[in-house]
């Protein structure tokens, strides 16, 4: 810590922020100093068809056929998708429902491995970065099947093509990591900070944004330092620079983000493009870097598997379709017999219905809490004590907002603002009765959209 | 291996419960106790107990009758309402009479509206407002520091006005049990503050109402705010979470409200003190407040 530059130590001292918010102690010591390494090929992948927020991708394989790695196997002519590739070489064996992360069975693509290490002929390096058009670089995130790999798994592509009356001033890479546990945006910083700048530039250039900023909380010195390392090397720099961010849930939610670095806010219903801003998290960054570089589409992340139950903590580089039971194996296996197995950290995961489910392109962690670190207690009643209020990031009334769709007073949930809660729990988790606030809000959200 | 649990986000909770932040209030209580007991002596160990014994008895029997569990929480929680009503009582009441208000606290104001968490009013303050209500003269029958260790007998009452601002402070006047002492309320108003229990903008808004208004009409503000219940009523009763507004710009209405009124009975009313109507009047007001007194929601101007 001492080592810091003067500007980081600099920045520090004047870290930003946003109202609101928790400070949740962090449990990411087990696993911040692991580098990553790469997991083992899966014996056999599950490719789930739609693994991000829109249309499925309609599948452009038959079983028995044989694949390579980074061969599509399927794409939709939908502009909200994206295209999976095959992530191993092998043969076909199903094309079915198979359980996903979620909970539902969603169509996949099953590959059984034979061990083939070539690449599929449409993948293949681009010219050199300058010499790429704003369509070429559309194009090829587009064909890589990249989406946010922060956990909401958008489609990228879409989110670079802004409506064309906003005008994109800032791209910011988010790199807060605000999720207690989580550490694989962390080592991307640390191990790959020239791959992050380059996919922050060729997020700018198509988007003809005027600066780009990489935002890290300040609880990651040696991240912020890594990275303005890598900032100082480029020739042309003037326009990139690291914004440091106080350590604090969620730090990291895109409208407290563009929040606490411009003291913008994103209007309600709005877009991050309505206030000149377009978010992206590292590891996409990193991901359209590759595309960008080798040809290769997104058929691999970085997953933390982490938790008081696992063995091992470790930050892994993991081929999509992995199941979780592989990569828990591959960090020494549990420590006691889990009980809760959660995808994501333990603010915004969802937990998992078996073991057995595969990794997709969303999966930034696999967290396996011992029991000490699961401590659910009853719910009690409300005493108003508006911890709540003073905590929500969106300045709502949770536990307000939680009466109401307890009563199916949607109207009420409504008239309180339900539709601009952002489902970051920090209800939930500062509530001394123990009410899982975001849930009942949740109820009110969907309610509401059903409706719409 | 057994199936997996699945359950809905967040997976992590803070170490908060109901009954850590009821402790938080009755361990904030403790220097006013302690002072209350080291002023009025054993007149005070016994309306303390009996607040505390009864309040405990009613709150399990009214748990018992409607067939619900008794938490920790719960029992903290009567705890409070116990030691509060003792300590804005005055220190000659008899036993009995404090048995009596910790009925209308717990079985009343508390439970008849559902028990915790759902109260309109303040239970300890219409504990207390029942008691002056049907016992007016006994209720205002203060007691001289120390004196009432040498006699039983209640003395004639001691009109606090001579008292200097250090006695105030430290509480060495006649008055409510545990309101004399400005300072030992302080201590545990720091300590609330200490554990984020409270915010600043009700207790603020309410001492700060008070100070303006006796500028305006040229009162005395140190003695307005020293003397009577106004550090009790304004760190620890209109502090309640129950009975007051949740929303930001609520709680800076309600303290100005509490302010106002406090004021106004002070100076033009038939009763001393005005505290404890102010508070109940505003607790009225609490609902409404919630409702229409919202902040900004975030994204809108």
């Known amino acids: 810590m001492n080592s810091l530059p003067q500007n980081v130590i600099l920045s520090r001292v004047m870290s930003k922020t946003f109202p609101g918010g928790i400070h949740p102690s962090e449990h990411k010591k087990r696993s911040k100093k692991e580098q990553i390494r790469k997991a083992a090929d899966p014996k056999i992948a599950v490719i789930p068809l739609c693994q991000h927020i829109g249309t499925p991708a309609e599948p452009l394989v038959n079983v028995g056929d044989i694949v390579k790695i980074g061969q599509p196997l399927g794409d939709s002519e939908r502009y909200v998708s994206a295209a999976v590739h095959a992530s191993i070489g092998g043969k076909i064996i199903a094309i079915e429902p198979r359980l996903t992360p979620f909970g539902a069975k969603v169509l996949s693509v099953v590959i059984e491995n034979n061990g083939d290490q070539d690449v599929h002929p449409s993948v293949r390096p681009y010219p050199n970065f300058k010499d790429l058009s704003k369509t070429d670089i559309r194009k090829i995130i587009r064909g890589a099947g990249i989406v946010g790999l922060g956990g909401a798994a958008f489609p990228t592509r879409v989110k670079l093509q802004p409506p064309p009356d906003k005008v994109i001033k800032t791209i910011i890479i988010n790199g807060a990591e605000c999720e207690p546990y989580l550490t694989c945006d962390y080592r991307l910083l640390i191990e790959q900070p020239k791959k992050v700048i380059l996919g922050l530039k060729a997020i700018m250039k198509p988007t003809d944004a005027l600066e780009g900023i990489i935002a890290i909380e300040d609880n990651k010195p040696e991240a912020i330092t890594a990275i303005q390392k890598a900032i100082d090397e480029e020739v042309s720099h003037h326009n990139l620079r690291v914004a440091v961010l106080k350590t604090k849930y969620p730090q990291g939610a895109e409208k407290q983000l563009i929040k606490a670095i411009t003291k913008r806010e994103v209007p309600s219903g709005g877009l991050p493009a309505d206030v000149h801003c377009i978010v992206n998290n590292v590891g996409t960054a990193v991901a359209i870097a590759k595309a960008l570089t080798t040809g290769m589409p997104l058929i691999e992340r970085i997953v933390t598997v982490t938790g008081g139950s696992i063995s091992e903590p470790s930050n892994l580089l993991v081929r999509i379709g992995t199941p979780f039971s592989e990569l828990v194996e591959q960090c020494g296996g549990f420590l006691e017999e889990p009980t809760k197995i959660i995808m994501g950290g333990p603010l915004m995961g969802i937990s998992v219905p078996s073991i057995d489910v595969p990794v997709i392109k969303a999966t930034s962690g696999i967290l396996v809490p011992s029991k000490k670190e699961l401590d659910d207690l009853e719910p009690e009643p409300c005493i108003r004590c508006a911890k709540c209020v003073d905590s929500c990031p969106q300045y709502l009334l949770p536990n307000l907002l939680g009466d109401a769709s307890e009563n199916d007073r949607f109207d009420l949930s409504k008239s309180y603002g339900a539709l601009d809660c952002i489902e970051c729990g920090v209800c939930s988790y500062v509530c001394p009765a123990k009410r899982n606030l975001v849930q009942l809000i949740k109820l009110s959200k969907n309610e509401l959209l059903r409706k719409k | ?301």
């Not at chain 2, 080291?38 to 067939?67: D, P, Q, R, Y």
């Not at chain 2, 930001?248 to 009313?269: D, E, H, N, S």
């Open chain 2, 1 to 301: 291996m057994k199936p997996l649990l699945v359950t809905p986000a967040p997976h992590m909770k803070s170490k908060d419960t109901n009954a850590r932040v009821m402790l938080d209030v009755l361990i904030a209580l403790l220097p006013a106790t302690v002072a209350a007991l080291f002023f009025f002596g054993f007149n005070a160990v016994i309306i303390i107990l009996t607040g505390l014994i009864s309040a405990w008895i009613f709150e399990l029997i009214a748990l018992k009758l409607k067939k619900a569990p008794v938490t920790r929480a719960d029992l903290r929680s009567a705890s409070i309402t116990g030691l509060l009503l003792a300590l804005i009582i005055a220190p000659s009441v008899p036993w009995w009479m404090v048995v009596v208000g910790t009925f209308i606290a717990i079985f009343i104001a508390k439970h008849a509206f559902g028990g915790l968490g759902h109260n309109i009013f303040n239970p300890a303050l219409i504990g207390r407002a029942f008691m002056v209500a049907s016992w007016p003269i006994l209720m205002t029958a203060w007691l001289k520091p120390f004196d009432a260790i040498a006699t039983a007998t209640p003395l004639a009452t001691v009109n606090p006005a001579p008292a200097t601002y250090l006695q105030l402070f430290l509480g060495n006047v006649g008055g409510s049990m545990g309101e004399t002492s400005a300072l030992a309320l302080l201590i545990g108003a720091a300590y609330l503050f200490y554990r984020q229990a409270i915010e600043w903008r009700l207790p603020f808004a309410y001492l700060g109402t008070v100070v303006v208004i006796s500028l305006i009409f040229r009162v005395d503000p140190v003695f307005q705010l020293l003397s009577g219940g106004l550090m009790i009523g304004a760190f620890f009763m209109a502090t309640d979470p129950v009975t007051t507004p949740v929303t930001k710009p609520g709680r800076l209405i309600f303290g100005i409200g509490c302010g106002i009124i406090t004021m106004v009975l002070r100076m033009g009313a038939g009763y001393p003190e005005g505290v404890c109507y102010s508070i109940l009047l505003m607790n009225a007001t609490t609902p409404l407040l919630d409702r229409y007194a919202r902040g900004r929601i975030f994204g809108y101007k």
